[in-house]
C-alpha cells in the first residue's frame, strides 16, 4: 500500500467518526480518561467481547477503583476475580505490574506510548490503546478488528498472522489517523470492527465504504483479513484425583509455569492418551496408598475443555476416606472446606466440576 493509495482516502477518517458518533455503544470504558481503567478495560477486552467482558470490568472497578487498590490486593483474589476469563497470566501481569508502578514509580502511570510499552504485559497494541484513550497521543492501536477493516476496505491480501502485518497495518492505520483526534479514531476503528465490518456477516449494504470498499468492490469480504494456518492445538488428558475426607477436599495451588498458574485444581496424573483404567494412572505412591485407605464413589468425565492451544480431556475420581483414618497428602495440598474452596481461584473446568457434583456454587 503507497501514500499515494491512501490519499486516495483522505476523508476516510471523516466518514469513520461520522459513522462513530451515530452508530458506537455507551461502555463504560469510553466515559473515563483514567488510564489504569483503560488498561483493566484493554486486558479484559482482548480475551472476551464486549459483553462478557463487561460484568468483568464493572467488578474490577468496584472492588478496585484505582491502581493502588490492585496493587495492594492479594493475587489470589485477583485471579479469583478474573476466573472464567481465560489467559491467567494477564491478570498476573497486570496485577504484577500495578505493584511495580505504585513501589518504584511513586504510583505515577506512565504517560506516553514509549513509556507504557516497558510494562510487562503491555505490548503494542494495549500501550498505543491507552496512550490514545487516555491522553489522545497519536498513536494508532491495531487489534484484530482494525485488521479486518483496513484488510477489507484496502485489499490488504498479507497474511495476518505473519511478522510483516503488523508493521504493514500499523502503518497504514497511523497514515489514516487524524494527529488531533486519535482516540476517537481509535475507538471508532475498534467499533467499526466489532459492529459493522463483522467476521462472518458484514452489514455491506448499509457501510458508508460501500462504494470505495475493495473486499466489498471484488466480493472478497469472507477471504479478507487473510489468515494463514491455525494454531496447532494439542490433546492433554489430565487425569484428576479428588481425595474427600469429613466434607472437605484435597487441593493446591498450581505453582508450575504451565496453564492456569497460581489457581488451584486437585492432585493431578497426565497420561499421554486416554488412560483405559485407573492401572494406567496408578504408578507413584500417593496415589496407590490413597486407593487403599479409601473407596472410589465416583467418576466423571472426560469433560473437553478448549484452550487457545490446548484440547484438555479430563476424568475425575472421587475417593472418599473414611473420616477416622489418617492419610497422607503431599505437601504442597491441603484440605479445604465448601467456603474455602468457593473463594480459591479454579479453572472454569475445575468450577464446572465442582458445582456439578459437589457444591452449589458459581
Ligand atoms: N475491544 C478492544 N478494545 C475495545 C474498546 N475500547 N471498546 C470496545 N471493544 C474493544
Not at 26 to 50: A, F, G, H
Request: charged share 25%; glycine share 4%.
Amino acid at each position: 500500500m503507497s501514500s499515494k493509495d491512501v490519499a486516495g482516502f483522505r476523508d476516510y477518517s471523516t466518514k469513520l467518526i461520522k459513522w462513530y458518533h451515530r452508530h458506537h455503544r455507551d461502555l463504560p470504558w469510553r466515559r473515563t480518561n483514567d488510564p489504569y481503567k483503560i488498561w483493566l478495560s484493554e486486558i479484559i477486552l482482548q480475551q472476551t467481547r464486549v459483553v462478557q467482558g463487561m460484568p468483568y470490568y464493572l467488578r474490577f472497578v468496584e472492588q478496585y477503583p484505582t491502581l493502588q487498590d490492585l496493587a495492594a490486593a492479594d493475587e489470589k483474589e485477583v485471579l479469583r476475580l478474573w476466573q472464567g476469563l481465560g489467559y491467567y497470566s494477564r491478570a498476573r501481569n497486570m496485577h504484577q505490574t500495578a505493584r511495580l508502578i505504585v513501589e518504584e514509580q511513586g504510583g505515577q502511570f506512565p504517560t506516553s506510548y514509549s513509556e507504557l510499552l516497558k510494562l510487562k504485559g503491555i505490548g503494542a497494541y494495549t500501550a498505543a490503546a491507552i496512550a490514545s484513550f487516555a491522553y489522545n497521543e497519536a498513536v494508532a492501536a491495531v487489534d484484530g478488528n482494525v485488521y479486518r477493516v483496513l484488510a477489507r476496505i484496502f485489499g490488504v491480501e498479507t497474511d495476518i498472522t505473519s511478522s510483516a502485518a503488523k508493521k504493514e497495518f500499523t502503518a497504514l492505520a497511523q497514515q489514516l489517523l487524524p494527529p488531533d483526534d486519535a482516540a476517537t479514531f481509535n475507538q471508532a476503528m475498534i467499533e467499526f470492527g466489532a459492529i459493522q465490518c463483522q467476521p462472518v456477516a458484514p452489514d455491506c449494504l448499509l457501510c458508508p465504504f460501500n462504494d470505495v470498499c475493495y473486499a466489498f468492490q471484488h466480493g472478497a469480504q469472507a477471504r479478507l483479513p487473510v489468515k494463514g494456518k491455525k494454531n496447532k492445538v494439542r490433546d492433554r488428558y489430565l487425569n484428576y484425583f479428588v481425595v474427600e475426607k469429613d466434607g472437605q477436599l484435597a487441593m493446591r495451588e498450581r505453582t508450575t509455569k504451565d496453564v492456569w498458574q497460581g489457581m488451584y485444581d486437585f492432585y493431578l496424573v497426565e497420561s499421554p492418551q486416554e488412560p483405559a483404567d485407573l492401572d494406567d494412572l496408578v504408578s507413584d505412591h500417593v496415589l496407590a496408598h490413597w486407593l487403599e485407605m479409601g473407596e472410589v464413589v465416583r467418576t466423571a468425565g472426560p469433560y473437553v475443555h478448549l484452550l487457545s492451544h490446548q484440547r484438555i480431556y479430563a476424568r475425575f475420581w472421587h475417593i472418599r476416606m473414611s473420616p477416622e483414618r489418617s492419610i497422607l497428602l503431599p505437601d504442597e495440598m491441603s484440605f479445604y472446606d465448601a467456603d474455602e474452596i468457593e473463594q480459591l481461584p479454579k479453572p472454569v473446568l475445575i468450577n464446572s466440576y465442582l458445582t456439578e457434583n459437589f457444591f452449589n456454587f458459581m
